[in-house]
């Protein structure tokens, strides 16, 4: 069964350090998000991706994020200076029609701790 | 703007008993509601959704879900708890106009033999 696969599956980095978390959604979906969860808080909203460009943000998606589909598999998640609130599950999820009526594939998140 | 509120961080029950997940949105529009659940170390998973149509929604694994306007409430329940239910289940809404999946907390099962 085709999956979301997402890399590393736990990363330790310093503050002020850059992060880059990938995802490899499935292969014929066209959208794609990045979610985070704060330990004990909800799964918030960060960004969606299609055609190549941002569709939505929140306001948590703020300069020091960035996201990138640099070839036809990957979609990644940087993080440029990493603060200690960026500790957090990161989820990376596809869909195949977007718009949020059809069902998003999630990965089995990033956990980062930021010290 | 949209919101989930989940009652209840923790329910838990028997094996065998009935499971209710309480669901209830905050939304302008007339929402998209779905319940995901998340097993330990691994990614959210779709139980069932509504978008149109009938409001009792069945979905995977014997779950159900009703989408009662009036109460603005998408209660997720199931007639008979298994152990290997045991999981974070997460009430989320959005809308026609696609805006973000928005999460509640979440609610931790436990089941108990």
């Known amino acids: 069964e085709p999956e979301v696969t997402q890399t590393p599956s736990h990363q330790v980095t310093q503050m002020g350090q850059e992060v880059i978390l990938r995802c490899v959604p499935i292969?014929?979906?066209?959208?794609f998000y990045w979610y985070r969860q704060i330990l004990g808080q909800k799964v918030e909203f960060l960004v969606s991706?299609?055609?190549?460009?941002?569709?939505?943000k929140s306001e948590i998606f703020d300069d020091q994020f960035s996201v990138e589909r640099p070839d036809g598999s990957n979609f990644t998640l940087k993080i440029r200076s990493t603060k200690l609130e960026d500790s957090a599950m990161y989820f990376c999820a596809s869909s195949e029609t977007g718009r949020y009526t059809g069902e998003l594939f999630f990965g089995e998140g990033s956990r980062l701790t930021v010290l | 703007a949209q919101s989930v509120t989940q009652l209840g961080s923790h329910v838990s029950v028997s094996e065998g008993a009935l499971v209710l997940l309480r669901c209830n949105y905050s939304s302008s529009v007339p929402p998209y509601l779905f319940w995901y659940v998340q097993y330990p170390n691994q990614g959210l998973q779709l139980l069932l959704k509504y978008t149109t149509g009938a409001t009792l929604v069945k979905g995977i694994n014997g779950f159900e879900a009703e989408f009662k306007k009036s109460e603005t409430s998408f209660h997720l329940t199931k007639p008979s708890a298994h152990m290997s239910d045991a999981a974070e289940y997460f009430c989320a809404v959005s809308d026609q106009a696609g805006t973000a999946l928005i999460f509640g907390k979440g609610t931790t099962l436990s089941v108990s033999s």
């Open positions: 292969s014929n979906h066209l959208y």
């Open positions: 991706f299609y055609n190549n460009e941002i569709s939505e």
